[in-house]
Nanobody, 120 residues
Framework: QVQLVESGGGLVQPGGSLRLSCVAS????????MGWYRQAPGKQRELVAA???????NYADSVKGRFTISRDNAKKAVYLQMNSVKPEDTAAYYC??????????????WGQGTQVTVSS
């Protein structure tokens, strides 16, 4: 009923930039929070950044000052601008949304993931 579709991943050189996008669709009343997680091979999934519909944001210490999360409430979209990327940023990146559906049920949803590889 609710889908999250990510785009924007790919191969980028160290020090470069990349922008990830995620758009939600379906029977949605509101989206209180949206965020990005990542999972590298052999590691647990971790929070990268998250933002609320009111605009507040929080970041993992490892990406502070380099990544910026933003959202467009009208488009039901969230973005992750990744600057000064490092090889350790290599991972599958997943969009996550805390969604209140049209029936006022509340659930968390995940996107399918988009791969980011930082390498020269």
């Amino acid at each position: 009923q609710v889908q999250l579709v990510e785009s924007g991943g790919g191969l980028v050189q160290p020090g470069g930039s990349l922008r990830l996008s995620c758009v939600a669709s379906g029977r949605i009343f509101s989206i209180p929070a949206m965020g990005w997680y990542r999972q590298a091979p052999g590691k647990q999934r971790e929070l990268v950044a998250a933002t609320t519909s009111g605009g507040s944001a929080n970041y993992a210490d490892s990406v502070k000052g380099r990544f910026t999360i933003s959202r467009d409430n009208a488009k039901k979209a969230v973005y992750l601008q990744m600057n000064s990327v490092k090889p350790e940023d290599t991972a599958a990146y997943y969009c996550n949304a805390d969604v209140i559906g049209s029936g006022f049920n509340r659930n968390h949803y995940w996107g399918q993931g988009t791969q980011v590889t930082v390498s020269s």
